[in-house]
C-alpha cells in the first residue's frame, strides 16, 4: 500500500515535470497548423468543377432511390447526346441545315454539358460504386463529399501530433541527463525501480489525452467546414473509403482512426525508452526518435505490406482502419510495446554508462 | 570504529588500458572524509562507483560487512549523492524538488517538512519559487537540503562549496559537521580550505590510487600550511584557494 502511494505521488511529478517541458507555444502553432492544412486541401485544383459537382449532390442527397437511379441515366443521355452531336451541329451548321439561332442554342448547351460532363462522371462514378453495394449491408447515401474526404485525408495525414509525442517524449526521458539530475536521482532508493513504469504511465496519460485533444480540435474544425450533421453520414457514401470494411459512419471511423492511434502512441511511448538508453545525446535521440517514427511514412510506397502493417508511423495515420487490419494492428503494437519494454532492460546498463560520462 | 563501516577492497575501474581506480583500498566509518586530488584523479570514479552508477571492474565495496551491489536499493536508499552540476527541473518549486527526492527516498515529506529542510539552507523565502529561476548558489543549497533529507548513513558531495558566497559555506560547513556525527560524509573537492575546515581524515588520491591518509588537526594554526605543503609534495603543484 506504501509503495502503491510512493507510486503514485511520483507519478504526479513525472507528469507534472512532463507538463513543465510541453511549450505551449509549440502546441498553439501545431492547432494552428490544422486548419491552415485544411484550407490549403481546399485550395487543391481539381480536374471538375467543384461547384458543378456540389449542385448534382444536392440534387441527389439521401438514399439512393429508383427516381434518382433514373434522374443520372437520363443526365448522362441528356450529356451524352449532347456532346456526340458536336461535329455534326458544326458540319448541320455550315451546311446550312440549322439556323445561326439553332446551332447558337446548341452551343450554349454544348458548352454547358462540356463543363458538366467531368462533374457528372464523379458522380456517374459514385452511382456505379453503389450498385455494387446493393445486397449487402452497407446502406450508401448521397451527399457533398468533397471537402469531408480532403479533410479526413488530411485527418490520416496528421503527422504532427506524432512529432508533438515523438520529441517532447524524448525530451521529457532526456531531461535528467540534460539537467544533470541523472546521477542524484539514479543514486536513490527508488530511483531505478520507479522510474520507467511511471515515466511511460506519466506518456501514456499525456499521449491519451493529447490524442484526443487532437481529435476534438480536428472534430471542431470539421463541423465548422463540413457542418457537424455530416458526421454521422454513412462512410460508405464515399468511393475513396470503400476498402473500409466496416459499416460506419464518418464518426465512427474517426473514433476507430483515433482508437488506433491512441493504441499506437501507447507503443511509441514504449519505444521511446530503448531509444533514449540506447543513444548518449539527447539531440541525436530526438534525430533516432523522428528517423524511426517517420521514415515509415516517407518510405510507405515502397515498403512491404508486412511492414506497413507493424510499423509505427504508418499505423499512426490510421492506416489500418482503412485497409481492415485493426486486429492485426493492435496485436502488432502490443507486442512492439513488449520488445520495446524488454529492450529497455536490457539497455539499463548503457544508460548509466552514459549518465556516467556525461558527468564525468 | 563507530557505526557501519564503507569497506573499499583493492577496488579498481579500468577503461581500456586507463586504471581510473587501482587497487583502491580503505575503510570509512563515521566522520568527515575529505577527497583530495586534482582533476582526472578517479574521485568521481570512485563516488560514481560508491553511487552505483558505475561497478568496479575488479574489488568489493562493502558497507557493514554486505556488498554495496547485492544490497541494491537498500545501500541506496542509507546513500545520498549530491553531484556537482546539478540543475533541477525548471518546472518545480523548491517544495517540489524536496517532496520529490523525499518519495525517491522512500520517505513522505508533507510542505512543513520540506520547508523546514528548505530552512535549514536559508531558502525558506523561495519555498514556493520555481527552481528555474533560481541562481547557481541557490541550486547549490537546494542540492544540499535534498542531500540532508531522511538522515542518510552515507553522504556524498561532489564539489558541495562551489558557487557559495562566504556566508553560504560557513552555515554549510556547520551543517557537515552536525551530519559527521551520525554519517560517513565525503567531501570531494579541489579547495584544501573546505577540508582542513571540516574533514576528520583527509584522502588523498592521485592516478587512482590513494596515497595517503591524513587525520586532520582541525584546531591547528598550521594544519593548513600542512595540507597545503603534502598536497604540493603529492601532486607537484599548488591546490586551488577558496574564492
Redesign the interface.
Same mark, same amino acid.
Given at each position: 500500500m506504501k509503495k502503491t502511494k510512493t507510486a503514485g505521488a511520483l507519478l504526479g511529478f513525472e507528469l507534472k515535470k512532463l507538463l513543465g517541458l510541453i511549450n505551449i507555444a509549440a502546441f498553439i502553432l501545431l492547432m494552428a497548423i490544422k486548419p491552415l492544412s485544411g484550407m490549403m486541401y481546399t485550395l487543391a485544383p481539381t480536374e471538375y468543377s467543384k461547384d458543378i459537382y456540389h449542385e448534382y449532390l444536392d440534387e441527389l442527397y439521401g438514399a439512393p432511390t429508383a427516381e434518382k437511379e433514373q434522374y443520372i441515366l437520363d443526365e448522362k443521355e441528356r450529356i451524352d447526346d449532347i456532346l456526340s452531336i458536336y461535329e455534326d451541329m458544326i458540319l448541320a451548321y455550315e451546311r446550312g441545315e440549322i439556323t445561326a439561332e439553332e446551332y447558337k442554342a446548341y452551343d450554349e448547351e454544348y458548352t454547358r454539358a462540356k463543363a458538366q460532363q467531368p462533374a457528372f462522371d464523379k458522380v456517374y462514378q459514385k452511382y456505379q460504386y453503389y450498385l455494387t453495394l446493393s445486397g449487402t449491408e452497407k446502406k450508401p447515401q448521397y451527399f457533398y463529399d468533397l471537402e469531408i474526404i480532403e479533410y479526413i485525408n488530411g485527418f490520416g495525414a496528421d503527422v504532427m501530433f506524432i512529432l508533438f509525442l515523438t520529441v517532447f517524449g524524448l525530451r521529457f526521458w532526456g531531461s535528467d541527463r540534460t539537467g544533470g539530475m541523472s546521477l542524484a536521482v539514479m543514486s536513490s532508493k527508488y530511483g531505478r525501480q520507479y522510474r520507467d513504469n511511471l515515466r511511460i504511465a506519466a506518456l501514456l496519460i499525456v499521449s491519451t489525452v493529447g490524442s484526443a485533444l487532437s481529435f476534438c480540435v480536428d472534430i471542431g474544425i470539421y463541423a465548422a467546414r463540413c457542418g457537424i450533421g455530416t458526421l454521422f453520414l454513412p462512410l460508405c457514401g464515399m468511393e475513396e473509403f470503400a476498402a473500409c470494411a466496416y459499416n460506419v459512419n464518418i464518426l465512427g471511423y474517426l473514433l476507430l482512426v483515433l482508437m488506433i492511434r491512441i493504441v499506437w502512441s501507447a507503443a511509441v511511448c514504449f519505444m521511446l525508452v530503448p531509444i533514449y538508453k540506447l543513444v548518449g545525446n539527447i539531440y541525436a535521440c530526438i534525430t533516432a526518435g523522428a528517423a524511426v517514427i517517420f521514415l515509415p511514412l516517407v518510405l510507405m510506397p515502397s515498403l512491404p505490406e508486412v511492414m506497413i502493417k507493424a510499423l509505427a508511423g504508418t499505423q499512426l495515420t490510421g492506416f489500418a482502419v482503412l485497409n481492415n487490419d485493426m486486429p492485426l494492428s493492435i496485436i502488432a503494437a502490443v507486442l512492439t510495446a513488449g520488445a520495446c519494454y524488454a529492450l529497455s532492460f536490457a539497455f539499463r546498463k548503457l544508460e548509466l554508462k552514459h549518465i556516467a560520462n556525461n558527468s564525468a | 570504529m563507530e557505526g557501519k563501516a564503507l569497506k573499499f577492497e583493492k577496488v579498481t575501474k579500468q577503461y581500456g588500458s586507463l586504471k581510473a581506480l587501482d587497487n583502491f583500498s580503505t575503510e570509512l566509518g563515521l566522520g568527515i572524509y575529505g577527497l583530495l586530488g586534482p582533476n582526472g584523479s578517479g574521485k568521481?570514479t570512485l563516488m560514481?562507483c560508491i553511487? #552505483?552508477?558505475?561497478r568496479p571492474t575488479s574489488g568489493k565495496i562493502t558497507y557493514g560487512g554486505e556488498d554495496i551491489y547485492s544490497l541494491g536499493?537498500?545501500f541506496? &536508499?542509507r *546513500?545520498s549523492?549530491?553531484?556537482? #552540476?546539478? #540543475? =533541477? @527541473?525548471? &518546472? =518545480?518549486t523548491a517544495v #517540489?524538488v524536496i517532496? @520529490? =527526492?523525499a518519495? *525517491?527516498? &522512500?520517505l513522505?515529506y508533507d510542505t512543513e517538512a520540506a520547508q523546514k529542510a528548505l530552512n535549514e539552507v536559508n531558502l525558506l523565502s523561495s519555498a514556493k519559487k520555481r527552481v528555474g529561476g533560481f541562481s547557481g548558489g541557490m541550486k547549490r543549497r537546494l &542540492?544540499i537540503a535534498?542531500t540532508l533529507i531522511g538522515d542518510p548513513e552515507v553522504v556524498i558531495f561532489d564539489e558541495p562549496t562551489a558557487g557559495l558566497d562566504p556566508e553560504e559555506r560557513l552555515r554549510f560547513k556547520n551543517l557537515i559537521r552536525e551530519m559527521g556525527k551520525t554519517s560517513t560524509v565525503i567531501l570531494a573537492t579541489h579547495i584544501i580550505s573546505d577540508i582542513e575546515a571540516v574533514a576528520d581524515y583527509t584522502l588523498l588520491i592521485k592516478s587512482g590510487q590513494l596515497i595517503n591518509t591524513v587525520e586532520n588537526d582541525k584546531q591547528a594554526q598550521t594544519h593548513t600550511d600542512a595540507l597545503e605543503q603534502l598536497y604540493m609534495e603529492s601532486f607537484g603543484h599548488k591546490a586551488e584557494q577558496e574564492i
Open positions: - | 568521481s560514481k553511487a #552505483d552508477i558505475i536499493a537498500d541506496r &536508499g *546513500l549523492f549530491m553531484p556537482q #552540476d546539478i #540543475d =533541477f @527541473y525548471s &518546472g =518545480f #517540489d517532496k @520529490y =527526492f518519495l *525517491l527516498k &522512500g513522505k &542540492g535534498v
